[in-house]
Nanobody, 118 residues
Framework: QVQLVESGGGEVQAGGSLRLSCAAS????????MGWYRQAPGKQRELVAT??????????RYADSVKGRFTISRDNAKNTVYLQMNSLKPEDTAVYYC?????????WGKGTLVTVSS
């Protein structure tokens, strides 16, 4: 009932920037949380950034490896979460997945590839 579509991935050189977007559609009553995860070749999926809550209260956390470089944000009216990625490094290369918890259930996007070259 809920579908997520990511966009904004691509190839950039080290030091460059990208902005990822993920929009949810379908049957949504309440969005409990939004987040971004990534999986690099030979690695397990890892958390990049999450945003929990909305309206009067929210909580954001980042992986230590991206803190200070990446920013997660949302547009509740559009059911969309963003990930602004600055000062990209080759080690950021991965498939990035968005995840929404909607009405207590997790939904995943299909992923968008980010490649950072030196």
């Amino acid at each position: 009932q809920v579908q997520l579509v990511e966009s904004g991935g691509g190839e950039v050189q080290a030091g460059g920037s990208l902005r990822l977007s993920c929009a949810a559609s379908g049957s949504i009553f309440r969005i409990n949380s939004m987040g971004w995860y990534r999986q690099a070749p030979g690695k397990q999926r890892e958390l990049v950034a999450t945003l929990t809550g909305g309206g009067s209260l929210s909580y954001i956390r980042y992986a230590d490896s991206v803190k200070g470089r990446f920013t997660i944000s949302r547009d509740n009216a559009k059911n969309t979460v963003y990930l602004q990625m600055n000062s990209l490094k080759p080690e950021d290369t991965a498939v990035y997945y968005c995840k929404f918890k909607v009405d207590g259930m997790d939904y995943w996007g299909k992923g968008t590839l980010v490649t950072v070259s030196s």
